[in-house]
Each structure stands twice: as structure tokens, then as C-alpha cells.
């Protein structure tokens, strides 16, 4: 907690709250004068669970998640861990300047970096880790979720659980009345975050952000049910106008993959590890849930240094992932890495894409323009850079200017690297 919260202004912990862990009960409270007592409860492979007032257990039957995916330690990178790392080394990497700029990285204590992985040319490169951290560490990865809701949809859409394309409607059943503009909406634009929902983000506001009019942030401490309070929106702009940062755009989509999966008679909370995580070796990832089942993915999700890695290089090939008996398997459509990594129509600082951070705006200066990126809260990246062959993971809670700092990673290591 003295790194994970008290740093940062946003959670207000104050001196006088108190929280205890319940080992028997798997629950954790929080107490604090005046506030009412919050429960989580920890229900396995769906992680914690907020309980909202009322409710002393989940309404879902917990799901054990099987990581399914060959045994890593004799199975070939990328889908297991046998021959991950250069060797030797590309010609034309400076091993001793990678070295020196990812001991810079980590020597910038301020950012509390827990592991940063450098993959060249489809193997790793190098990597460094904090005191007690590993590549197979899960760590909160906060936001960078909003991009695998991106790649759920895509995978949904190509293995046909999930029939509809970019510039389809979105298929949710409260928006279809006549006269309701929702029924405009796209699956394109929930994607690029442009719907036009009045759903809104207040930001770091102090005398806001724990009230009920910051809609954007009530998912993360209220305990609601985030799919319903995504759809259960009204309209303000027109669906494809303005990029506007708000959770309901991807809840929205990702409540229409669960409505799809469901109606194949397919469990949802294993699905996510089934449809994506198993086909490329990711291992580790928890991604939590609300009360009644519901994916908060848009900030409660955990993934490993590798898991990100491997993410982004099912991006950087363009959806296709190398099979350990030599094939491929086409996992996202032709076509959804070029939508994803594209400024939104919407987005007039040209800086985001399909629940993708882009650089076609230079938000990192030191970045070459086509960088993209997943992105999280306290300086969570997995930055894909198709010109220079590269991915870069970076995790850990920064409460400095993590922004500024991820430009100057990006612009070291491919210093090092002579293209």
C-alpha cells in the first residue's frame, strides 16, 4: 500500500482509515470516520469482488480459470518460454547502450518499476525486474485492460462467436426502440470511444470523484453492476464525433461478446482465457469482476511482464500467432491491427485508436509516429512499434510523470538498436 495508494492524490487514503483482511473469509474491509464499511471479497480465479451494500456473497458461481496452453518449459517462444532470448544477439542491437538505458529505466526510483521487457525481432532482448518481481509476476495493470476488451471483441468476431463487423449497429437490446438515437451506435464507434453516451468522466476532481455523478469512476468503488450502468445511458453527441475517455464505451462491448458467448451455451468466465489468453501462452492474467460476473476491465485487471509481451506481439504480427507445430492461427481479423492502431475519426489530437493509445499525434516525442499502445493508470504500457520490430512492456505504480518518462524508454531503446 505505502507504493500502490499512498502516493497518489487520486485514492484519498487518509491516516484515519483502517482495513483488515479476513483469511477465513477471504474478504478485506475498509473503515474509515464518517464512511460506511467496504467489502471485497476474493473469489479465486475472478480475483476481488467489491460487495455493494446488501450483499454479502457474489451472485455468480465462481469459475476455476485452466491455463491450457503446453507446458512453457518445453514448448518454443513465443506460445512457451524454450529458446526466448536472443542468441547471441542481432548485430545490430548495442547490448552494452540497451543496458545502460534499461539500468536508467529502473534507476529512476521516483517510478517504482517492477519489470520492463524489451522483445526485438520476435525474441526477448532484454528485461529487468525490482526486488521480488519476475516475468510471471501478475501485477494491476489497471487500463491497458480497455485493450484486451479491444482484442475479446476481435477474437470474437473471427471465430464467430460474435456476428457483427466494425460498422454494424451494436447489438444491445435497450437501445433498439424506434425513436432511441442509441440504435445509431456502432461496434466502430464504442471501439474508438466516440458512442456519444453521456457517461461522465469528472477526472481527478477532489470534490468529485467519489460522488455519483462521476460516472466514469463509480465502477472502481461502488460495487455496481458495471454492464448494466454502462448501457443505462443517454445520449449527448452523435455516435462517431468526439473521442471522449470513458469506461462505457468498452464495458458496453464487452457485455455484447458476454451476451453472444452466453447465448452459445459457452461459460463466459473462462472464455477470455480460452478465446485469447491460451493461444498465445499467457498464463497469468485475472481479470476480476463485479457482483454479478461482469468483466471491470477497463481498470481491474492483472497480467505478467510475458503476458504483455506476448499481447503485443500478437499485435506487431498483425493478429496472427505462430503455433508450436509450425503453423499460425489467425486469432484477430485481417485488418482489426490497421483499425486499432488508427487515430478515431473523433480524435482530434490524432492519439487514440480502437481502445489503443497511437502516436500519429506525437504524444511521445521520442517515439517514432507509428507507436501504439495499451495504456494504465500510474504508467502501465505494453507500447507496439511495427517499424522498429519491437514491443515494450513497462509495469509498476508511477506517481511522476509516467508519460514523459515511457517517451524517454522508448526513445533509449531504440537508440540502441541500429535500424
Known amino acids: 500500500m505505502a507504493q500502490d495508494i499512498r502516493p497518489f492524490d487520486r485514492f484519498d487514503w487518509q491516516d484515519d482509515f483502517e482495513y483488515a483482511v479476513d483469511f477465513e473469509t477471504r474478504t ?6 464518517g464512511l460506511r464499511t467496504q467489502y471485497a471479497e476474493y473469489n479465486g480465479d475472478q480475483g476481488c469482488t467489491i460487495l455493494p451494500a446488501g450483499l454479502e456473497d457474489v451472485t455468480f458461481e465462481p469459475r476455476v480459470v485452466e491455463r491450457l496452453s503446453p507446458d512453457p518449459a518445453v514448448t518454443a517462444w513465443p506460445t512457451g518460454d524454450v529458446a526466448a532470448y536472443h542468441d547471441p544477439p542481432p548485430s545490430e542491437a548495442d547490448m552494452a547502450a540497451l543496458g545502460a538505458a534499461l539500468d536508467w529505466a529502473m534507476a529512476q526510483s521516483e517510478h517504482n518499476t517492477r519489470a520492463l521487457v524489451v522483445v526485438y525481432a520476435g525474441k526477448i532482448l532484454g528485461e529487468r525486474y525490482a526486488p521480488g518481481f519476475t516475468r510471471n509476476t501478475p501485477q494491476i495493470s489497471w487500463s491497458q485492460g480497455k485493450s484486451i476488451a479491444s482484442a475479446l471483441v476481435g477474437a470474437a468476431i473471427q471465430a464467430g462467436h460474435l456476428d457483427v463487423g466494425l460498422d454494424d449497429p451494436a447489438p444491445v437490446p435497450e437501445w433498439q ?3 432511441d438515437p442509441r440504435r445509431e451506435i456502432r461496434i466502430r464507434d464504442l471501439l474508438n ?4 453516451l453521456d457517461f461522465l468522466n469528472l477526472g481527478s476532481d477532489p470534490e468529485l470523484r467519489w460522488t455519483h455523478a462521476h460516472e466514469h469512476s463509480r465502477i472502481y468503488f461502488e460495487g455496481i453492476d458495471v454492464f448494466e450502468h454502462a448501457i443505462d445511458q443517454p445520449m449527448d453527441t452523435l455516435p462517431g464525433a468526439i473521442f471522449r475517455y470513458r469506461n462505457s464505451d468498452p464495458l458496453t462491448a464487452i457485455r455484447i461478446v458476454r451476451q453472444a458467448v452466453e447465448a452459445r451455451g459457452e461459460d463466459w ?9 491460451d493461444r498465445i501462452g499467457a498464463r497469468n492474467y485475472v481479470l476480476e469482476t463485479d457482483a454479478w460476473g461482469n468483466f471491470i476491465i477497463t481498470g481491474y485487471d492483472y497480467g505478467s511482464a510475458w503476458d504483455w509481451a506476448r499481447f503485443g506481439l500478437l499485435h506487431l504480427w498483425d493478429g496472427v500467432w505462430p503455433t508450436p507445430d509450425g503453423g499460425s492461427d489467425r486469432i484477430l481479423p485481417e485488418g ?7 487515430p478515431a475519426p473523433g480524435a482530434a489530437l490524432r492519439n487514440y485508436g480502437g481502445l489503443f493509445w497511437v502516436n500519429r499525434g506525437g504524444a511521445f516525442p521520442r517515439a517514432p509516429e507509428d507507436a501504439y499502445w495499451a495504456a494504465g493508470a500510474m504508467g502501465q504500457y505494453t507500447a507496439i512499434i511495427p517499424s ?3 514491443v515494450i512492456v513497462r509495469l509498476g505504480p508511477s506517481p511522476g510523470d509516467h508519460g514523459a518518462y515511457m517517451s524517454d524508454i522508448i526513445g533509449e531503446v531504440t537508440a540502441a538498436i541500429d535500424r
Request: charged residues 20%; negative net charge; hydrophobic residues 40%.
Open 28 to 33: 478485506a474491509s475498509v473503515s474509515g470516520d
Open 177 to 179: 426502440g424506434v425513436d
Open 193 to 196: 470511444m466516440s458512442s456519444g
Open 269 to 277: 468466465l473462462t472464455y477470455p482465457q480460452r478465446i485469447l489468453f
Open 336 to 342: 482489426w491491427v490497421d483499425f486499432v492502431s488508427t
Open 388 to 390: 522498429r520490430d519491437l
